[in-house]
């Protein structure tokens, strides 16, 4: 079992920036086989994938609509991800979600191949 707590939501305006960190717990978390990345569910609308990272060897992908202005970065010490979202926009508001896995495909973005779940922390951008 792993279980994900993410933290660092919140209200922001447009331009702004915002950290999301999620921290990982549980023996099975494997540091050589394990991806950990983030999905976003805007408000009435399907879970997206945002970015992911591999824990062994740092390889990162991201959302089109994010590319340059997310990035996605690991602390193997803690076991913990950081997702720093600048030039935030409205259209980033979502609740937002951490995952894991340890076979995932390589471009990380189903979200049927993740095993675990954060609860989510929600990101509102205004206008």
């Known amino acids: 079992q792993v279980q994900l707590v993410e933290s660092g939501g919140g209200a922001v305006q447009a331009g702004g920036s915002l950290r999301l960190v999620c921290e990982a717990f549980?023996?099975?978390?494997?540091?050589?086989?394990?991806?950990m990345s983030w999905f976003r569910q805007p408000p009435g609308k399907e879970r997206e994938f945002v970015s992911g990272?591999?824990?062994?060897?740092?390889?990162?992908a991201y959302a089109d609509s994010v590319k340059g202005r997310f990035t996605i970065s690991r602390d193997n010490a803690k076991i913990t991800t950081t997702l720093q979202m600048n030039s935030l926009k409205p259209d980033d508001t979502a609740t937002y979600f951490c995952?894991?896995?340890?076979?995932?495909?390589?471009?990380?973005?189903?979200?049927?191949?993740?095993?675990?779940w954060g609860q989510g922390t929600q990101v509102t951008v205004s206008s």
């Open positions: 990272i591999r824990w062994y060897s740092g390889a990162t």
């Open positions: 549980g023996r099975t978390f494997n540091r050589y086989r394990n991806t």
């Open positions: 995952a894991t896995g340890r076979n995932i495909g390589s471009t990380m973005d189903s979200s049927q191949e993740y095993e675990y």
